[in-house]
């Protein structure tokens, strides 16, 4: 099946500083990707949707100053917490549709951010 | 709006027993159902899914049906191996682009041998 790749996979930092997190589709061009925050015992929530070289759809609630997302080719998205703070630490999971399987989402393996 | 309700683990078993992951569903309209499933370290994956009523997804054992009348998408296998160990998830999609997936918030399966 298709490959997400999700980069890092866990990174700790101070508060205040900013974070980038890379999702790439190895084997297939990504026309759509998402990006899911998961918190403890509870549901995948959608961030926001993006599309190449377009703006990104982000959810009710989420701000869009705060997580920047950039999908500046058909296999990378990159989503950036900006001035993190502890309560931006989470589980964050991208995913994306794309090639002969547009109905089907393919995950990355998520990135967990502690932010101290 | 949508959403989804899936049973609360951790389920633990031992190897060979008979699995049940209940899920249920709201929903407007006829959603499509899946079950995902996170290995360890892993992104998730799609096990199996359903986009009509009385459909049956099956996959490595695993099955689920499409139960309109219960709004139900229960997960079963008959033998679990260690394997098996994971998280499921059980979601549904409004839409037949999947661009938009609502999922429940996990189930933890462990497999003792």
């Known amino acids: 099946g298709a490959v997400v790749s999700q980069h890092p996979s866990r990174v700790i930092c101070k508060s205040g500083t900013s974070v980038k997190i890379e999702c790439r589709s190895l084997d297939f061009q990504a026309t759509t990707m998402f990006w899911y925050r998961q918190f403890p015992k509870q549901s995948l929530m959608l961030m926001a949707t993006?599309?190449?070289?377009?703006?990104?759809?982000?959810e009710q609630g989420v701000e869009k100053d705060k997580f920047l997302i950039n999908h500046a080719s058909l296999t990378l998205s990159t989503l950036t917490v900006t001035s993190a703070h502890p309560e931006d630490s989470s589980f964050y999971i991208c995913s994306a549709i794309g090639g002969g399987t547009k109905n089907i989402q393919y995950f990355g393996a998520g990135t967990r951010l502690s932010v101290l | 709006g949508d959403s989804v309700t899936q049973m609360e683990g951790p389920v633990t078993l031992s190897e060979e027993a008979f699995l049940t992951i209940n899920c249920t569903y709201t929903?407007?309209?006829?959603?499509?159902l899946f079950w995902y499933v996170q290995y360890p370290g892993e992104g998730l994956q799609l096990l199996l899914k359903?986009?009509?009523?009385?459909d049956k997804g099956s996959n490595k054992g695993f099955e689920a049906t499409y139960r309109k009348e219960t709004t139900s998408f229960h997960l079963e296998k008959g033998s679990v191996q260690v394997s098996d160990s994971a998280v499921y998830f059980c979601a549904l999609s409004a839409d037949s682009s999947a661009s938009k997936i609502i999922f429940g918030s996990g189930t933890r399966l462990s497999i003792r041998p």
């Open positions: 993006s599309n190449e070289g377009s703006k990104a759809t982000y």
């Open positions: 929903a407007t309209g006829y959603p499509s």
């Open positions: 359903a986009t009509k009523a009385d």
